[in-house]
């Protein structure tokens, strides 16, 4: 399966008149957040295949649709959506979710740095993927391993992350890894201002991928 990976950047090589010819043996597409949902909606109509997306810690205006903000309930889904789809993309952020006999799971948001939407402590974060945990165990029974592909929007402590309070990574991502082996992980958060700085890294049984701006993903290729 070969997918389009983005995040963080409005690619022109993407937002193209050119995009389906570009990317036309692309089977998927995964947003690893920061991206405005009209971009999302551009790649859908454009290649028509499965949009995957979680939140990162900017372009937050429809997150309330997906999530409680303090207090306040879920917003009314919007016309046209159900559950979690919206826009022709599925949101797959703290949850498992499997695409054709691709085993996935999403977590959105970054480290906390100023108290923000969608920003967490590093033990905050895993609980959240404390909470996948049981569809996990039912994956291995029922498909023989736990996960293919974690999605996030921040990196791993350690791994393409940055000393910046922003743009730390999570510990909790490690242990993720090291107990769950995903063949890859995918996230982005971390801009490439060198597009010649390290963007994919192996970690244990994981390969670790920055979608920053774009990149294809084929998971039949051997992993680095």
Same mark, same amino acid.
Request: hydrophobic share 35%; proline share 4%; net charge neutral.
């Given at each position: 399966?070969?997918?389009?990976?983005?995040?963080?950047?409005?690619?022109?090589?993407?937002?193209?008149?050119?995009?389906?010819?570009?990317?036309?043996?692309?089977?998927?597409? /995964?947003?690893?957040?920061? @991206?405005?949902?009209?971009? @999302?909606? !551009?790649?859908?109509?454009?290649?028509?295949?499965?949009?995957? !997306?979680? !939140? =990162?810690?900017?372009?937050?205006?429809? &997150?309330?649709?997906?999530?409680?903000?303090?207090?306040?309930?879920?917003?009314?889904?919007?016309? =046209?959506?159900?559950?979690?789809?919206?826009?022709?993309?599925?949101? /797959? =952020?703290?949850?498992?979710?499997?695409?054709?006999? @691709?085993?996935?799971?999403?977590?959105?948001?970054?480290? $906390?740095?100023?108290? =923000?939407?969608?920003?967490?402590? *590093?033990?905050?974060?895993? $609980?959240?993927?404390?909470?996948?945990?049981?569809?996990?165990?039912?994956?291995?029974? $029922?498909?023989?391993?736990?996960?293919?592909?974690?999605? %996030?929007? +921040?990196?791993?402590?350690?791994?393409?992350?940055?000393?910046?309070?922003?743009?730390?990574? &999570? +510990?909790?991502?490690?242990?993720?890894?090291?107990?769950?082996?995903? $063949? !890859? @992980?995918?996230?982005?958060?971390?801009?490439?201002? *060198?597009?010649?700085?390290?963007?994919?890294?192996?970690?244990? *049984?994981? %390969?670790?991928?920055?979608?920053?701006?774009?990149?294809?993903?084929?998971?039949?290729? %051997?992993?680095?």
């Amino acid at each position: 399966m070969k997918i389009l990976c983005v995040s963080d950047q409005i690619d022109p090589l993407v937002y193209s008149s050119n995009v389906k010819e570009r990317f036309k043996d692309i089977d998927l597409v /995964i947003s690893a957040g920061d @991206l405005p949902m009209e971009y @999302l909606d !551009f790649i859908v109509s454009s290649l028509n295949k499965p949009v995957l !997306f979680v !939140f =990162g810690n900017h372009n937050l205006d429809e &997150f309330g649709y997906y999530h409680r903000i303090g207090g306040e309930s879920k917003k009314d889904i919007q016309e =046209g959506c159900r559950d979690d789809a919206c826009h022709g993309t599925t949101y /797959i =952020g703290f949850k498992n979710y499997r695409e054709g006999q @691709l085993l996935l799971a999403g977590v959105s948001g970054s480290i $906390r740095y100023n108290n =923000g939407i969608n920003q967490y402590t *590093d033990r905050q974060m895993k $609980r959240k993927l404390l909470a996948l945990v049981p569809g996990l165990i039912m994956n291995r029974i $029922r498909y023989g391993r736990f996960l293919d592909v974690l999605v %996030t929007h +921040a990196s791993p402590e350690g791994i393409h992350d940055k000393p910046d309070p922003c743009h730390q990574g &999570f +510990a909790s991502f490690l242990w993720f890894m090291k107990a769950f082996k995903p $063949r !890859f @992980l995918v996230h982005g958060h971390i801009h490439l201002y *060198d597009m010649q700085d390290i963007r994919v890294s192996k970690y244990l *049984d994981t %390969t670790v991928i920055n979608a920053y701006s774009h990149y294809i993903l084929d998971t039949g290729a %051997t992993a680095p």
